[in-house]
């Protein structure tokens, strides 16, 4: 396969006219633009369109097994094709929780057989994250998880977290951690601030997540695993973290389309599609995890997809199940507010959804290089379009951004040398399910 005339960004961030030259699920040349090439028995044009490594998200909810209702591995998976991922991480928040080998092999299974993406799973650092007791991470590193988290709730003790990472760090695995103290939460659907005083509902102070990233820092000094902290969406969480780097503690962090976009102030009404764990916060914060993104402080961009039932989020603000879906409108979002308004640079922006994800959970993708997988996407930077969440592939509508109006949008995505999210592939399935129906 051929893919020519590509816009490319080399190693100084400048956009290259280039021809990718693809064998056996590999890139096997990357050839200059005014080179006249050969034309293989398939060769796309993507003259005029932006090419990347595979997007990767390292924090999904894929949703199977137990909650199919919201998401399956393949409805999650051609999600993720469509909004440009190549590979993802699915979070052990399963119904039964990802706590023993045969679901991690579930998991793979499933996405295997669905074909789209690279699913890449975590498993429980708990038995059925209850916090109480650990589960065998050496049969599950076996088995093919990537990493162990309880995510959807925080490890309560300081023991058990301990134990955890003292484990992990010996068989060289890294702890990811949804912060969050219980104690200093007790049922509170939004953020403490203007908006939860105005609607007269219990708020969600700072410091339940950024005690739990000091508690963590202080552990994974003192045991020395590799410690990665997911959704960071405070300005104390921010803080701990870049001065945990500045002294060699080797801690990672990730950070949401959302909490970079939205602050409380933001959220039009009691709506649920705006309810998501950690909840949007006030500007300071939003401004610190941006500052933080550009710095260095945060490594890598995650969605956190988290696909609910319409009837689940129709609950109400108190009563409906935190997350947002994420996949469909994540590159655009960040492309249309931050590099196209000119807050950030094309290349940063890809880096932290390619390279440093790569480069944080070692995966052998997140580059175009001959002898890399040929895990590409293609992205058209002009086109304008609203977010209509009619339109998803996931079976979640929950989102905050419908109406939004943004470009860059990925209009073909490859896995392994294969297409796997196109318009004509869409249109090709949907009519031969029709046909068979
Ligand atoms: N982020 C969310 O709001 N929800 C996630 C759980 C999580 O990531 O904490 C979910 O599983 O729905
Ligand atoms: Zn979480």
Request: aromatic content about 4%; charged content about 25%.
């Amino acid at each position: 396969m051929i893919i020519k005339n590509a816009n490319v960004l080399n190693a100084e961030g400048v956009l290259e006219r280039k021809h990718i030259q693809i064998e056996n699920g590999t890139i096997s040349a990357i050839l200059n633009g005014n080179e006249t090439i050969a034309e293989g028995s398939e060769t796309i044009d993507a003259a005029g369109k932006l090419l990347v490594p595979g997007l990767i998200d390292m924090h999904v909810h894929l949703r199977e097994p137990g909650f199919e209702h919201k998401e399956t591995i393949e409805t999650g998976s051609r999600s993720a094709a469509k909004g440009g991922y190549t590979t993802i991480a699915s979070m052990p928040n399963t119904m039964p929780v990802t706590d023993s080998p045969e679901v991690v092999k579930l998991v793979q299974d499933k996405a295997r057989a669905a074909g789209l993406v690279k699913v890449l799973p975590y498993a429980a650092i708990t038995k059925s994250q209850q916090g109480q007791e650990l589960t065998d991470f050496a049969a599950l590193k076996e088995a093919g998880a990537i990493g162990f988290t309880d995510d959807g709730v925080g490890v309560q003790t300081a023991q058990m977290m301990k134990d955890a990472m003292s484990i992990a760090a010996s068989m060289d695995m890294p702890v990811i951690a949804h912060c969050e103290d219980n104690s200093l939460v007790v049922g509170a659907p939004v953020a403490e601030g203007s908006f939860a005083r105005k609607h007269g509902l219990k708020g969600i102070p700072n410091e339940s997540e950024a005690i739990h990233v000091g508690r963590d820092i202080l552990l994974a000094e003192a045991t020395g695993v590799h410690y990665h902290v997911c959704h960071v969406s405070t300005e104390q969480s921010v803080r701990l973290i870049r001065q945990a780097k500045e002294i060699g503690i080797r801690v990672t962090a990730e950070v949401c389309p959302h909490h970079l976009l939205l602050s409380e102030e933001d959220i039009p009404g009691l709506d649920a599609n705006w309810k998501m764990n950690p909840p949007l916060r006030s500007r300071r914060d939003v401004d610190a995890c941006i500052e933080a993104l550009l710095d260095g402080t945060i490594d890598i961009i995650v969605t956190d997809h988290a696909p609910h039932s319409a009837e689940e989020k129709a609950k109400g603000m108190q009563a409906a199940p935190f997350g947002i879906v994420g996949f469909e409108t994540a590159f655009p979002l960040m492309y249309t507010k931050f590099v196209a308004a000119g807050k950030m640079d094309l290349a940063l922006l890809v880096k932290r959804m390619t390279a440093d994800p790569a480069r944080v959970f070692r995966l052998n993708t997140g580059v175009l290089e001959p002898g890399a997988p040929a895990d590409v996407t293609l992205i058209d930077l002009e086109t304008e379009k609203e977010v209509d969440p009619e339109t998803f592939a996931s079976k979640g509508r929950n989102t905050p951004f419908t109406g939004w109006k943004l470009k860059g949008w990925p209009v073909l995505t490859i896995t392994d040398g294969r297409v796997v999210w196109s318009e004509e592939l869409e249109e090709n399935r949907k009519n031969e399910a029709e046909q068979q129906a």
